[in-house]
Nanobody
C-alpha cells in the first residue's frame, strides 16, 4: 500500500560525502515520521536519523554534526546528507516511513491505521 523508493548511496573515500533520498508513494493518508536506519554485517539495524511531521529531528550520537536529515515534497520525501564519512558508516541504509493509509468509499477517503514501511535498502561503502 505504501512504497518507498531510495536513491543515492555507493562507494566513497573516507572524508567524502553522499546524499540519500527516499520518496514515499501509494495509498498514503498521512506520513507522520520518516527516517533512515542502517545495518552493517553482523550488527543489528540501528536508527541513523529521523524527522517527524513537525520537523523535529533526531540523530544517532555517532553521526551528529556529520549527517543532516530533511523532508520536503509535502512531507513524503526524505533526504539524508552525509558528510565526513568514516569507514564505520559502511552499511546498508534503509528508509523508513511511519504512515497511515486510506480506503475510498464513494467520494470519501477514510484513514486507516499507522504502520511502519521500509525501502529495499541501498549500500553505502566508505573506503579508508
Amino acid at each position: 500500500q505504501v512504497q518507498l523508493v531510495e536513491s543515492g548511496g555507493g562507494l566513497v573515500q573516507s572524508g567524502g560525502s553522499l546524499r540519500l533520498s527516499c520518496v514515499a508513494s501509494g495509498r498514503i493518508f498521512k506520513v507522520d515520521s520518516m527516517g533512515w536506519y542502517r545495518q552493517a554485517p553482523g550488527k543489528e539495524r540501528e536508527l541513523v536519523a529521523g524527522v517527524n511531521s513537525g520537523g523535529t529531528t533526531d540523530y544517532a550520537d555517532s553521526v551528529k554534526g556529520r549527517f543532516s536529515i530533511s523532508r520536503d515534497n509535502g512531507g513524503n520525501t526524505v533526504t539524508l546528507q552525509m558528510s565526513n564519512l568514516k569507514s564505520e558508516d559502511t552499511a546498508v541504509y534503509y528508509c523508513n516511513a511511519y504512515a497511515s493509509t486510506y480506503v475510498t468509499k464513494g467520494w470519501t477517503r477514510y484513514e486507516q491505521g499507522y504502520n511502519h514501511y521500509w525501502g529495499q535498502g541501498t549500500q553505502v561503502t566508505v573506503s579508508s
